[in-house]
């Protein structure tokens, strides 16, 4: 997490104060989507420090349909922001709702609430077009991670990739891209190499280690998901683009963590991707 500077800091906390309270008199009381919509619009002013008449629009309009809230800084929609109301329970029909909102407009961020829960996703423009939750926010539960991750969201870490950098590394230490890194042909070599110190005297292959991996190690609604799927290419693509650069430069000035060494256990071996014996 990034520090959060003292005066942001304090804006935070006096806001997360503050506003755990209107929440839940609001929710007591049941108030409708609108007055959600006015409360939801005070927090981004006073919790997360953006302009409430220059960067903060109400009734978002995107071709002929509206979006509750946009957040809008220097010219560049940043967050659009579909309300439900307070003692609504957020369901995947509105999250729907909004990353439609956030297809047709080429918008990376999007927030569903309801005030007290906050779900922030990343839209991806693929084929087909998929968004991915990337945390949350509780504002019935003030921990010490809510300050954190409000500031993430803040007018001070626009510019900063704050919100991006922290996805980044969320999905580097996933499980599913752990998986897909275990199982990419470097390291099922390096862990066969390790094997055949062991027990020199077993043949082991690759799919060998692969297959345990994958029947035993790995669980297998991993195996089995999407999201493997997609930390599969991105490994590949790291990998093709290492293989490129190691072919335009010689081994002697190449990256130690792009070039591999042989280790003479592999008998006949060539790279740690090799597989033949």
């Known amino acids: 997490m990034m520090a959060i500077p003292k005066k942001a800091a304090e804006r935070i906390k006096t806001g997360i104060r503050r506003f755990s309270k209107v929440l839940e008199a609001a929710r007591v009381a049941d108030r409708s989507e609108q007055d959600t919509v006015t409360i939801v619009t005070d927090m981004l002013e006073g919790i997360f420090g953006y ?7 109400g009734e978002y309009v995107i071709r002929g349909t509206f979006c ?3 957040i809008k800084v220097d010219g560049i929609t940043r967050y659009l922001i579909e309300v439900k109301a307070v003692g609504k329970e957020l369901k995947e029909s509105h999250l729907r709702q909004a990353t439609g909102y956030a297809a047709k407009e080429g918008i990376e961020w999007v927030i569903l609430t309801n005030g007290i829960r906050w779900m922030v996703y990343r839209m991806f423009f693929e084929q087909p077009i998929r968004q991915e939750n990337v945390f949350n926010l509780d504002f019935a539960n003030t921990d010490n991670e809510l300050a954190d991750k409000i500031y993430m ?5 626009i510019g900063k990739q704050a919100i991006s950098d922290y996805y980044e590394q969320r999905q580097a230490l996933s499980r599913h891209m752990v998986s897909a ?5 470097t390291i099922l070599a390096q862990i066969r190499r390790e094997l055949r110190r062991v027990a020199p005297g077993v043949r082991i292959e690759q799919s060998d280690v692969a297959a345990v991996l994958k029947q035993d190690v790995i669980k297998r609604d991993i195996i089995e998901s999407d999201e493997l ?3 599969n290419r991105r ?4 990998s093709d683009k290492a293989l490129r650069k190691r072919k335009k430069g010689s081994s002697d000035n190449c990256p130690p963590d792009e070039c591999a060494s042989v280790d003479p256990a592999d008998e006949g071996a060539t790279s740690v991707g090799d597989t033949d014996e």
Do not use: F, M, Q
């Not at 490994?235 to 790291?238: P, T």
């Open 51 to 57: 302009d409430k008449y220059e960067e903060i629009t």
């Open 68 to 70: 509750d809230v946009a």
């Open 153 to 157: 969201l803040s007018r001070e870490t």
């Open 181 to 185: 890194v275990l199982l990419s042909d």
């Open 229 to 231: 799927k997609a930390a």
């Open 235 to 238: 490994v590949n693509r790291a």
